[in-house]
T-cell receptor, first 115, second 111 residues
Framework: DTGVSQNPRHKITKRGQNVTFRCDPI?????LYWYRQTLGQGPEFLTY????????KSRLLSDRFSAERPKGSFSTLEIQRTEQGDSAMYLC?????????????FGPGTRLLVL | EDQVTQSPEALRLQEGESSSLNCSYTVSGLRGLFWYRQDPGKGPEFLFT???AGEEKEKERLKATLTKKESFLHITAPKPEDSATYLC????????????FGKGTKLSVKP
């Protein structure tokens, strides 16, 4: 039984470049979440999918951020025109999608450094 | 505004020295509370879910309890491998799934 996987694990980019991260949830999990975590802080919610539908977006998700889950399986998070303030760990989580309150299982994260 | 506060920020214990971590929350109706463990450079690892005041959950040396305003994570006779950051998160009623996390407590257990 594999857990949530994320790729790449690390990404270094220059300011102004675009980056894309991928998340593969636990098999048959219908809900998928993206969070961002900066040093010394807890994760902060970015967005959430139920199957392929994006149901909730945080105010943190500026116009430069876009997330997709085209077939209700894996998801991508793209950041356009990266800024140094985007440097963080980007975490993906999934849950079964059967009830209103479920445990979210996290992946290992993608650490982004914007130079 | 929904908020989670964890204390202390950091805790250093000797192996075998029991202690407790605190998570206090302000939320517009609690649907549930989670505890996670996070090792450096890794994603949070699920420990416990608590739904209602008075509930308790145990796993090895860890025990989580919940009241109407706070949760405690008790660590009994800790070992060096228990060293990690412990995160508390809540889900509010009306939320579609977004968790509100505290900043965590960084625990160091010395042999």
């Amino acid at each position: 039984d594999t857990g949530v996987s994320q790729n790449p694990r690390h990404k270094i980019t220059k300011r102004g470049q675009n980056v894309t991260f991928r998340c593969d949830p636990i098999s048959e999990h219908n809900r998928l979440y993206w969070y961002r975590q900066t040093l010394g802080q807890g994760p902060e919610f970015l967005t959430y999918f139920q199957n392929e539908a994006q149901l909730e977006k945080s105010r943190l998700l500026s116009d430069r951020f876009s997330a997709e889950r085209p077939k209700g399986s894996f998801s991508t998070l793209e950041i356009q025109r990266t800024e140094q303030g985007d440097s963080a760990m980007y975490l993906c989580a999934s849950s079964p999608g059967q009830g209103a309150f479920e445990t979210q299982y996290f992946g290992p994260g993608t650490r982004l450094l914007v130079l | 505004e929904d908020q989670v506060t964890q204390s202390p920020e950091a805790l250093r214990l000797q192996e075998g020295e029991s202690s407790s971590l605190n998570c206090s929350y302000t939320v517009s109706g609690l649907r549930g509370l989670f505890w996670y463990r996070q090792d450096p450079g890794k994603g949070p690892e699920f420990l416990f879910t608590l739904y209602s005041a008075g509930e308790e959950k145990e796993k090895e040396r860890l025990k989580a309890t919940l009241t109407k305003k706070e949760s405690f994570l008790h660590i009994t006779a800790p070992k060096p491998e228990d060293s990690a950051t412990y995160l508390c998160a809540v889900q509010a009623r009306g939320s579609q799934g977004n968790l509100i996390f505290g900043k965590g407590t960084k625990l160091s257990v010395k042999p």
